[in-house]
């Protein structure tokens, strides 16, 4: 692994959860392995859990940890190629990052999409310029699209909990007061998409993802007929694709309810959080024991240092 930005930079999907599931029975086995190396983590938007969850993965590796939260504490950069400098940025980001590259042995970087722009969010302009200029291995710590970080520990989450060989896995979009990315069901669509798992995905007319990331998936619009013996519930917001960035409803009817949770097969809620209760899930679905939305955030420090892990034994 030279990076660890979408799932394409994975060999072996089943391979890495089963070893990330190894270092969650002994996290510390791996101690000296990131002595005098220092992890980056950039952050151009808010977190709680990416950056808590890999800050602690890299304390479990040895590393030392630097954070930034380049939106707050940085200079504005300048991403345009050949850009005239006379307006509000203060560097470029080619230098910007070069020298985060000169302090750090591995950087990770949050970047959100704009939402404004399709094309521009999907080219991946911040990441793919860590990628270009900090000559070190780069992790996203979610992207303008996908979220793998987040993704894989849903993974390891469900081989945790899953009763069957193919569990039946439900992605349920439900309405939110605000337009947001479509980095997570991208993401949780690709990985899930490439492992042995039965998935539908379930939204309102208008808001079929980009068809790249769900072409293992089965759509379907009635949310009941979706639910039905369903194993996972995951639930999520997304802004659409096709009008981008927009929103296209905001149908309270498609919030995760007790009731609805009763045509599954007895399924674990899922959710990558924050999450806006009685909102996109009831209280009475979170907080039972069907919930699995804080062992999926518990998970997210094995996920981050499995990654962290092979980055370091292989750069
Ligand atoms: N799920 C997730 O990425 O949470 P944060 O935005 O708090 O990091």
Same mark, same amino acid.
């Given at each position: 692994m030279k990076h660890f930005t979408s799932v394409q930079d994975v060999k072996n999907i089943s391979d890495l959860v089963l070893e990330a599931q190894n270092i969650k029975k002994n996290p510390f086995l791996h101690q000296n392995l990131g002595k005098n190396k220092t992890l980056g983590l950039i952050f151009f938007n808010s977190s709680l859990r990416t950056r808590l969850s890999t800050q602690k993965a890299a304390q479990n590796l040895g590393m030392s940890v630097m954070v930034m939260n380049v939106g707050q504490d940085g200079w504005q950069l300048e991403?345009?190629? +050949? #850009?005239?400098?006379? +307006? #509000?940025?203060?560097?470029?980001a080619k230098d910007a990052i070069a020298v985060m590259g000169q302090y750090c042995d591995i950087l990770g970087v949050r970047s959100f999409p704009e939402l404004k722009n399709r094309d521009l969010d999907y080219s991946e302009r911040v990441l793919n310029s860590f990628i270009k200029y900090a000559n070190v291995p780069i992790v996203s710590l979610e992207s303008a699209t996908l979220h793998p970080l987040q993704s894989l520990a849903d993974l390891i989450t469900m081989e945790e909990l899953k009763k069957t060989a193919c569990p039946k896995v439900v992605l349920s979009w439900a309405a939110h007061p605000r337009a947001l990315p479509q980095a997570v069901p991208n993401s949780f669509a690709q990985w899930v998409g490439a492992g042995n798992y039965e998935l539908v995905i379930t939204h309102p007319k208008d808001y079929e993802l980009a068809k790249e990331f769900t072409k293992n998936a089965m759509i379907e619009h009635d949310q009941d007929k979706a639910l039905a013996g369903a194993d996972f519930v995951y639930a999520k917001n997304w802004s659409s694709y096709s009008d981008y960035?927009?929103?296209?409803?905001?149908?309270?009817?498609?919030q995760i309810t007790s009731e609805k949770m009763k045509l599954t097969n007895k399924a674990y809620f899922m959710h990558c959080l924050p999450v806006r209760r009685n909102v996109i899930v009831s209280d009475s679905v979170i907080d039972s024991p069907q919930s699995a939305v804080i062992r999926q955030a518990g998970n997210r420090v094995f996920s981050a240092q499995v990654v962290l892990k092979n980055l370091l034994e292989n750069n």
């Amino acid at each position: 692994m030279k990076h660890f930005t979408s799932v394409q930079d994975v060999k072996n999907i089943s391979d890495l959860v089963l070893e990330a599931q190894n270092i969650k029975k002994n996290p510390f086995l791996h101690q000296n392995l990131g002595k005098n190396k220092t992890l980056g983590l950039i952050f151009f938007n808010s977190s709680l859990r990416t950056r808590l969850s890999t800050q602690k993965a890299a304390q479990n590796l040895g590393m030392s940890v630097m954070v930034m939260n380049v939106g707050q504490d940085g200079w504005q950069l300048e991403f345009e190629e +050949g #850009a005239v400098m006379n +307006g #509000a940025a203060a560097e470029h980001a080619k230098d910007a990052i070069a020298v985060m590259g000169q302090y750090c042995d591995i950087l990770g970087v949050r970047s959100f999409p704009e939402l404004k722009n399709r094309d521009l969010d999907y080219s991946e302009r911040v990441l793919n310029s860590f990628i270009k200029y900090a000559n070190v291995p780069i992790v996203s710590l979610e992207s303008a699209t996908l979220h793998p970080l987040q993704s894989l520990a849903d993974l390891i989450t469900m081989e945790e909990l899953k009763k069957t060989a193919c569990p039946k896995v439900v992605l349920s979009w439900a309405a939110h007061p605000r337009a947001l990315p479509q980095a997570v069901p991208n993401s949780f669509a690709q990985w899930v998409g490439a492992g042995n798992y039965e998935l539908v995905i379930t939204h309102p007319k208008d808001y079929e993802l980009a068809k790249e990331f769900t072409k293992n998936a089965m759509i379907e619009h009635d949310q009941d007929k979706a639910l039905a013996g369903a194993d996972f519930v995951y639930a999520k917001n997304w802004s659409s694709y096709s009008d981008y960035g927009k929103i296209a409803s905001q149908d309270p009817s498609w919030q995760i309810t007790s009731e609805k949770m009763k045509l599954t097969n007895k399924a674990y809620f899922m959710h990558c959080l924050p999450v806006r209760r009685n909102v996109i899930v009831s209280d009475s679905v979170i907080d039972s024991p069907q919930s699995a939305v804080i062992r999926q955030a518990g998970n997210r420090v094995f996920s981050a240092q499995v990654v962290l892990k092979n980055l370091l034994e292989n750069n």
